[in-house]
C-alpha cells in the first residue's frame, strides 16, 4: 500500500520546519535590542560626564564659600581695629573703610558667583535624575525584550528538533521510491502531495477526473491531471 497520507504529514512538517528555520534566522529582535543597548551606553556615557560637572561644582561652591568665609573674616578684622580705638590717624582711617567697601563688594561677588553654580547645580540634578529614570525605563525594556526572544528562540529550537525526530520516525514508513519521487517533484511544486476532497484536489482545487478518483482506489501512484500533484483519498 502506497501511504500518501505519511508522505502528506511529512510534507506538512517540512512545511513548519521551513517556517521555523526562517523565524530562527529573523533578527529584526536582534537589531532593536542592539539599538536599545546602543542608547543605553550613550546614555550612560551622557550621566557619567554630567555627574563629573556635577561634582566639579561642589568643588567649586565649597571653594567660594572658603572665599567668602576669609573675606569677612577679613572684614570683621578691620571692623574691631576701626571700632576698637587702635586706628587714630584719619588717613589709615579711610584706607580701612575703603578697604572693608572693596572686601564687601568682592564678598558680594563671590556670592552672585556662588548663587549661579548653585543655579547650575540644581539645574544639573533635575537632569541627572531625569537621565538616570529613563536609563532605568531603557534597561528594563531591554531585558524584557531579551527575555522574549530567548524564549522564542527556545521555543523554536525545541519544535525544530522535535520535527526532526518525527520526519526521521515518519520516513522509516515511507518507501525509499516514494520518496525520491517527493523530493525529486519538490523541485518544481513546494508541496507535491494532495488531499483529494469532495472530488477536488487540494492543490489546485480543480475537480478530479472520475477515471482518476477510480485510479485512487487501486494501489497506484495517482497525479492530478490538472496540477501534477500526487493525489490521494484519506
Ligand atoms: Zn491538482
Given at each position: ?5 505519511k508522505l502528506w504529514d511529512m510534507q506538512q512538517l517540512e512545511a513548519r520546519q521551513g517556517k521555523i528555520e526562517r523565524m530562527l534566522k529573523q ?125 522564542m528562540q527556545k521555543k523554536n529550537q525545541d519544535e525544530l528538533s522535535q520535527i526532526i525526530q518525527s520526519k526521521e520516525k515518519l520516513s522509516q514508513g515511507i518507501?525509499g521510491?516514494?520518496m525520491q519521487?517527493f523530493y525529486?517533484?519538490q523541485?518544481?511544486?513546494k508541496k507535491?502531495v ?41
Open positions: 500500500m502506497i501511504n500518501l497520507q533578527n529584526d529582535i536582534v537589531l532593536e535590542l542592539r539599538r536599545i543597548k546602543r542608547n543605553i551606553e550613550a546614555g550612560q556615557r551622557e550621566f557619567k560626564s554630567m555627574k563629573e560637572r556635577y561634582r566639579a561644582l561642589e568643588r567649586e561652591i565649597d571653594q567660594e564659600d572658603y572665599q567668602v568665609g576669609e573675606l569677612k573674616k577679613q572684614i570683621t578684622e578691620l571692623n574691631g581695629k576701626l571700632f576698637g580705638g587702635e586706628m587714630l590717624n584719619k588717613k589709615e582711617i579711610a584706607g580701612a573703610e575703603k578697604r572693608i567697601a572693596a572686601l564687601k563688594r568682592q564678598v558680594n561677588e563671590t556670592e552672585n558667583a556662588g548663587i549661579m553654580l548653585l543655579e547650575e547645580q540644581e539645574i544639573l540634578k533635575n537632569k541627572l535624575l531625569k537621565l538616570s529614570e529613563i536609563l532605568k525605563e531603557q534597561r528594563e525594556e531591554f531585558y524584557l525584550l531579551r527575555e522574549r526572544y530567548y524564549q518507501d521510491e516514494v519521487l525529486k517533484m523541485e518544481k511544486l507535491p494532495a488531499k483529494v476532497e469532495d472530488g477536488v484536489c487540494g492543490g489546485c482545487h480543480m475537480t478530479v477526473t472520475f477515471d482518476k478518483l477510480k485510479e485512487l482506489k487501486k494501489n497506484k501512484i495517482v497525479k492530478c491531471d490538472n496540477c501534477g500533484r500526487l493525489i490521494f483519498k484519506k
